[in-house]
Nanobody, 125 residues
Framework: QLQLVESGGGLVQPGGSLRLSCVAS????????IGWFRQAPGKEREGVSC????????NYADSVKGRFTIVRDNAKNTMYLQMNSLKPEDTAVYFC??????????????????WGQGTQVTVPS
């Protein structure tokens, strides 16, 4: 079965850190661009961070620059999102994504091939 399985969400106090993990199953992540999206209640799903298949290009939303880091570990067929200095406005369901084109995982959702199931991140105000 071809899928992405996420873990690592939870409740964290402002200023805290979390690391989200996303394991690919049934396919090799090496050949795909990867990314993370999030969706807050009542809002559209938005791109947070993305990385090219080679790992040479990374992008971050302005709201998370300097605080979040996207990582890929091809040996483990896994991607990560390290989130530091978390703020209440980071509260959302976070989704990992993989696709053949970086433009897809950077925001054009219809070009994403695989989605994780979503994991809740809550930062209380």
């Amino acid at each position: 079965q071809l899928q992405l399985v996420e873990s690592g969400g939870g409740l964290v106090q402002p200023g805290g850190s979390l690391r989200l993990s996303c394991v690919a199953s049934g396919f090799t992540l090496d050949y795909y661009a990867i990314g993370w999206f999030r969706q807050a209640p009542g809002k559209e799903r938005e791109g947070v961070s993305c990385m090219s298949s080679s790992g040479s290009i990374t992008n971050y939303a302005d709201s998370v620059k300097g605080r979040f880091t996207i990582v890929r570990d091809n040996a483990k067929n896994t991607m990560y999102l390290q989130m530091n200095s978390l703020k209440p406005e980071d509260t959302a369901v976070y989704f990992c994504a993989a696709g053949p084109l970086r433009v897809g995982v950077c925001g054009k959702r219809d070009l994403v091939d695989y989605w994780g199931q979503g994991t809740q991140v809550t930062v209380p105000s």
